[in-house]
C-alpha cells in the first residue's frame, strides 16, 4: 500500500551525514512511496524542515556540530512532527534520552531498512486518527478526571487546557482512558499502542514517565496512571481524588 495523505505521499526527512546510509534509507523511502527530503547536518535539517514541514523525520543521533537531540528539541519547539531517532551506540541511556526529548521511535545501527520502513509506516499511521490504528468506533472524545482525549482531532486538554503530547503520548492516554481500571503490562501497551509484538520495553517506562509529567499533578506522587506492581500500569480516575498514591517505578 502506497503511504500518503488526502493531500498526496506523506513526506519525510531523513537526517543522516553518512552519505551512504542516506543514500539506503533514502532509497527505500522512496520505493516505498514517500516523498524523500535529505539532510547532512542539524541547522540544514532545521532549515529545510522550516521551508517545508515533514510527516516525519528520520534523525541521526551523531550528527556533526548539532547533535539529533537538540535537533529534536528545536523541531519539537516548532510544533508536532513525528520523529524516529537513528543512533549507532547500544547504550541504553542514549536511548532513553532520545525518547525523553520527543522521539516517537528509535532504530540501532546496524539496522534493516525494511525494518526502518515498516516502522515509520507505524508511526504514520497514528497519524491518521481514520485509520485502521484508530477501531471503528474508537475514535469518539474521551473523558475522565479532567483529561479530555479527541481522537479524531488529535486535541488533549487538562481541564480545559492544552496539553502538548508527543504523537505517542497522545497514543499512550488515549488508550488508557479508553480503558479505564484495567491493568496492561508494558508488554501489552507496547504491542496495543505501538503495533509492536517486541522491543525494547523502556521505551514504554519511558512514555509513561513522560506522560505523568503532563497529566499528573504531582508526578512523582502519581493518581491517574498508578504502578501495578509485578505486571504494569492502571489508569485509575477513581483515584485522582482523595486517595493515597502508589509510588512511581524507578
Not at 63 to 84: N, Q, W
Request: hydrophobic share 40%.
Amino acid at each position: 500500500m502506497t503511504p500518503g495523505t488526502a493531500a498526496g505521499a506523506a513526506r519525510v526527512l531523513v537526517v543522516e551525514d553518512d552519505p551512504t546510509v542516506a543514500e539506503v534509507v533514502s532509497g527505500y523511502l522512496d520505493r516505498a512511496g514517500y516523498v524523500v527530503d535529505r539532510a547532512g547536518d542539524g541547522p540544514t535539517a532545521l532549515a529545510r524542515a522550516a521551508a517545508r514541514r515533514p510527516d516525519l523525520v528520520v534523525l541521526d543521533l551523531m550528527l556533526p556540530g548539532m547533535d539529533g537531540l537538540e535537533v529534536c528539541r528545536r523541531m519539537r519547539a516548532r510544533g508536532p512532527v513525528a520523529v524516529i531517532m537513528l543512533t549507532a551506540r547500544g547504550d541504553e541511556d542514549d536511548r532513553i534520552l532520545g525518547l525523553e526529548v520527543g522521539a516517537d521511535d528509535y532504530v540501532t545501527k546496524p539496522f534493516s531498512p525494511r525494518e526502518l520502513v515498516l516502522r515509520v509506516e507505524s508511526v504514520l499511521r497514528r497519524t491518521r486518527p481514520a485509520t485502521a490504528a484508530h477501531p471503528p468506533g474508537a475514535a469518539g472524545p474521551l473523558d475522565a478526571a479532567g483529561l479530555t482525549v479527541d481522537p479524531a482531532a488529535r486535541r488533549a486538554t487538562k481541564n480545559g487546557a492544552e496539553l502538548a503530547l508527543t504523537l505517542r503520548e497522545f497514543d499512550l492516554l488515549a488508550f488508557f482512558l479508553r480503558h479505564p481500571g484495567r491493568a496492561f503490562s508494558r508488554e501489552d501497551l507496547m504491542r496495543e499502542v505501538w503495533g509492536w509484538d517486541f522491543g525494547d520495553l523502556s521505551t514504554v517506562t519511558v512514555h509513561v514517565r513522560r506522560l505523568r509529567g503532563k497529566v499528573e499533578d504531582d508526578p512523582a506522587r502519581p493518581r491517574l496512571i498508578q504502578t501495578v506492581w509485578g505486571v504494569g500500569y492502571r489508569f485509575d480516575p477513581a483515584r485522582s481524588e482523595g486517595s493515597r498514591p502508589c509510588a512511581t517505578p524507578s
